[in-house]
Every structure is written in C-alpha cells, then in structure tokens.
T-cell receptor, first 115, second 110 residues
Framework: DTGVSQDPRHKITKRGQNVTFRCDPI?????LYWYRQTLGQGPEFLTY????????KSRLLSDRFSAERPKGSFSTLEIQRTEQGDSAMYLC?????????????FGPGTRLTVT | QKEVEQNSGPLSVPEGAIASLNCTYS??????FFWYRQYSGKSPELIMF????GDKEDGRFTAQLNKASQYVSLLIRDSQPSDSATYLC??????????FGAGTRLFVKA
C-alpha cells in the first residue's frame, strides 16, 4: 500500500494520560499535515511540516500538543494530559511540494476517545 | 462569516439524477479549490481540484469555479447510491494551509 498510513487506528485512553500517534506519508511527498476532525465538522488544521521543518502550528493547538517529523519522513503527534475535549479523529495528510500544487491525500485517521 | 460555507444538507436525489453541491468562500485571495468525499467513519478522499475559472470534468464529476462570485460547485451526473457521502469543499490561499467547509451530506435514493 503506497498511501498515507496512520497508527493506531483507534485509541481509547483515560483523561490525563499521554498519547502518541504516528503518520507515514506517501514516500515522495515532502509536505505533511495534521488535522483534527469532530463530528459534523470539516478537518481543522493543526500543524504543517515541509521536510523536517515545522512551519506552522495552529493557535488552536495548546501546549499539550506537540508534533515532530525527524528526518523528514514519518511524523508523530503527541497529546499530553489528555482531556475529554481532545476526543476526535486525528487525520494526517501529505502532498508533494510543487508550484501551484496543493492537493493533499489523507491517511485513514486515528480515532481518539478520552474517557 | 465562515471562510468556507456549505449547506449541511442532507441533499437527497434519486438514482440517475444530477446532484449539485455548492460552496461559497470569503477570501478573494483563494487560489486552489478542492472537493473531497468522505464516507461515514472514513477519512476524506480527494475527488476533484480546480484552479482556474470555468468547468473541469472528470468522469461523472464536474467542478465549476467562479472567482468573481466566490463560488465553487460540484456536479455529479448519473448519481449512484455509492455516491452517498459527505462532500467537503476546501480551498487554499496560496500557502500551505487548506481550509475545509463543514461538508454537505448527499443521499442518493435507489
């Protein structure tokens, strides 16, 4: 499968615990995005990497959220001290940096439930 | 005003009909426009993108863009029950950030 992959697909955790999600983008894609989606809403931008550099982080992302992309390949998104409001689908997408090309391809998502 | 506005639906059409999905946006600097299809419980799937005013056709799908009216639409011809999903309109203003609408639910009746 040469698409975007995410792991785990589902995560149930108790409030206050830390969780980490992984995303493996399409191999030739150097742009990687994280989004959060709640029921009835479109994906909401969280952060963006071009290669290993994190170029933007949404104001919506509190200090409890951190993302990395070492070596410009896979990326991880960590949420510390989870809260019930963090329950959502976390989506990763990737794209190839080219002039006027912003098409993004999504992975299957990680559904987080905080109890 | 939301940056990307879509009617939440549901839009119900009979099988074989044309489904018309509409989207308006507020930022006149928007340059790239996308339609994603999202089945319940699944992630969004890119089905169309359009960068220039006018129509762009791909199989049963036609995207229409009118930058002067800040309007983009998606037509689905010969609608099938398998087209029943939420359709997300998205745009990019020239940087890295893509903004999504909340989506329109489409239901195709067999």
């Amino acid at each position: 499968d040469t698409g975007v992959s995410q792991d785990p697909r589902h995560k149930i955790t108790k409030r206050g615990q830390n969780v980490t999600f992984r995303c493996d983008p399409i191999s030739e894609h150097n742009r990687l995005y994280w989004y959060r989606q709640t029921l009835g809403q479109g994906p909401e931008f969280l952060t963006y990497f071009q290669n290993e550099a994190q170029l933007e982080k949404s104001r919506l992302l509190s200090d409890r959220f951190s993302a990395e992309r070492p070596k410009g390949s896979f990326s991880t998104l960590e949420i510390q001290r989870t809260e019930q409001g963090d329950s959502a689908m976390y989506l990763c997408a990737s794209s190839f940096a080219a002039v006027s090309s912003y098409e993004q391809y999504f992975g299957p998502g990680t559904r987080l439930t905080v109890t | 005003q939301k940056e990307v506005e879509q009617n939440s639906g549901p839009l119900s059409v009979p099988e074989g009909a044309i489904a018309s999905l509409n989207c308006t946006y507020s930022d006149r600097g928007s340059q790239s426009f996308f339609w994603y299809r999202q089945y319940s419980g699944k992630s969004p799937e890119l089905i169309m993108f359009i960068y220039s005013n006018g129509d762009k056709e791909d199989g049963r799908f036609t995207a229409q863009l009118n930058k002067a009216s800040q309007y983009v639409s998606l037509l689905i011809r010969d609608s099938q029950p398998s087209d029943s999903a939420t359709y997300l309109c998205a745009l990019n203003t020239g940087g890295f950030k893509t903004i999504f609408g909340a989506g329109t639910r489409l239901f195709v009746k067999a």
